[in-house]
């Protein structure tokens, strides 16, 4: 009767035991799951961020297309200019020698 309950007894501590390793595995497990929830919701965070900042990339991207152009452009016009001072410095070059001799 005695080494019944004895064993009775280490079976009952045993069970207590794994019941103890049991709740400890589930907090851990639980744990576990808070930091993958974590995670997921940082990475939906993320995959948001990375989509504002690849449109604020095709807006500047589209703006530097722009400012290019328009340079070009002034740079164009600049030429032209360049070229019709030239012109008229030519012309008045001519110009004023034969209004001085006559």
């Known amino acids: 009767?005695?080494?019944?309950?004895?064993?009775?007894?280490?079976a009952v501590e045993q069970a207590e035991g794994l019941e103890q390793s049991l709740r400890n595995a589930e907090a851990v497990l639980a744990e576990r799951a808070a930091q993958l929830r974590d995670?997921?919701?940082?990475?939906?965070?993320?995959?948001?961020?990375?989509?504002?900042?690849?449109?604020?990339?095709?807006?500047?991207?589209?703006?530097l297309q722009a400012a290019e152009l328009k340079q070009k452009s002034v740079e164009e016009?600049?030429?032209?200019?360049?070229e019709q001072a030239s012109a008229l410095k030519q012309l008045i070059g001519k110009i004023t020698p034969a209004s001085l001799s006559g």
């Open 77 to 82: 016009k600049n030429q032209l200019l360049e």
């Open 39 to 63: 995670a997921q919701a940082q990475l939906s965070r993320n995959k948001l961020l990375i989509e504002e900042l690849r449109g604020e990339n095709r807006r500047f991207a589209m703006a």
């Open 1 to 10: 009767q005695e080494e019944h309950e004895q064993l009775l007894q280490a």
